[in-house]
């Protein structure tokens, strides 16, 4: 099963406008990710101590379980849009990335992979998004493969019938504009099953199904 | 207090492509209000007998209840933009129509009001959405003011700072395109609070207080 789950604003907006090195989610954009940094089920995986526990707690811990691998778009991973031997990018993820499993970039320029601490290697894909899906989905051996953002990514699984699961962690804020989850595009609507909602402190989870 | 409350597509459109006569909600637009269609809460106000009672059902009984007068954009009443004595449009709304109480719709064309049986007399507003917020707020005598729609209505008096309660009723499809509810906008973003979610058949309701 291939998941994703992302992060908007009410208006639908996964980052907010003029996104820039300093501010890569764009102006305001992370006010759609502080309901997760307090959690403890989101601090222990990424190394810290202590942290709440609420509504959204167990919505984390289950985005983290039964995953075997995930798939990233370049920005996602890190770096410009050039050749990796002009900019050999390590990542925003640290020496000891949070995923613990392989993880496969989705780019126009090959490079070898990346090993890092903890079970993470990252692994460079420029045969599109079937390919990828493909390895990841080997790779995970069974598990569930998730998609780690960003938007445009789930955009081109969805668009391509290949997503299974789309979960929206909806945060009350209005941005105005920025990079949309759902630009306008052509083509039938799409029916989805709602299959669950978590109302949370700040945010709250809307899960659905995707018949393909 | 202001209230509103609208049904949006998950990609938030709160009607498809293509509005026409025949269809005025656009392509596929009726699924945005399937939900309510069968609920005893809809059913008995509009007249008619028997119907479902699910989680959308005190959702639908709250917004029916405390509202002394509405606000309607001059396409929610009906009939198209010219002239009221080139076209004396009685409304979509039938000889009984479903609100008991006074509404005032934003046109940029005189009429005098119109009085409908069991209460309901639509008055025409041509000097603009404060005037008409005005004029409602008196007619509600205490009780509060609902935005009978559309889209564009609520957009206006949630720009004007006018809007204390949005309330969204999300359903769970993709329409692509169509009207959105927001619109890429300039100025700055716009923090609501989130007070209450209640999952439902088909739908997911979202209420959010709006700081003004």
Redesign the interface.
């Known amino acids: 099963m291939l998941r994703s789950q992302l992060s908007i604003?009410?208006?639908?907006f996964a980052a907010?406008p003029n996104p820039s090195e300093g501010e890569p989610l764009g102006?305001?954009g992370e006010?759609l990710h502080e309901w997760v940094f307090d959690l403890a089920a989101w601090r222990e995986p990424h190394g810290m101590e202590g942290g709440e526990v609420n509504a959204s707690s167990a919505v984390v811990e289950r985005n983290l379980t039964g995953v075997g691998a995930s798939i990233m778009g370049r920005k996602m991973f890190g770096g410009g849009p050039g050749p990796w031997d002009e900019e050999p990018w390590e990542g925003w993820w640290g020496d000891e990335p949070p995923f613990h499993h392989p993880v496969f970039v989705l780019t126009h320029h090959p490079r070898e992979p990346l090993e890092k601490e903890g079970g993470t290697t990252f692994h460079f894909v420029t045969d599109g998004i079937e390919a990828a899906l493909a390895r990841a989905t080997e790779a995970a051996a069974g598990e569930d493969v998730a998609i780690g953002g960003g938007a445009s990514v789930i955009q081109q699984y969805l668009a391509a019938g290949l997503l299974d699961e789309l979960q929206?962690s909806?945060v009350?804020?209005?941005?105005?504009?920025g990079t949309r989850?759902?630009p306008?595009?052509?083509?039938?609507?799409?029916?989805?099953?709602?299959t669950?909602?978590v109302?949370a402190p700040?945010?709250?989870h809307?899960r659905?199904r995707v018949a393909n």
């Open positions: 604003s009410l208006d639908g907010g102006k305001g006010q929206l909806v009350p804020v209005l941005f105005g504009s989850l759902f306008d595009r052509d083509g039938q609507s799409l029916s989805l099953e709602q669950g909602v109302e700040g945010v709250v809307l659905y």
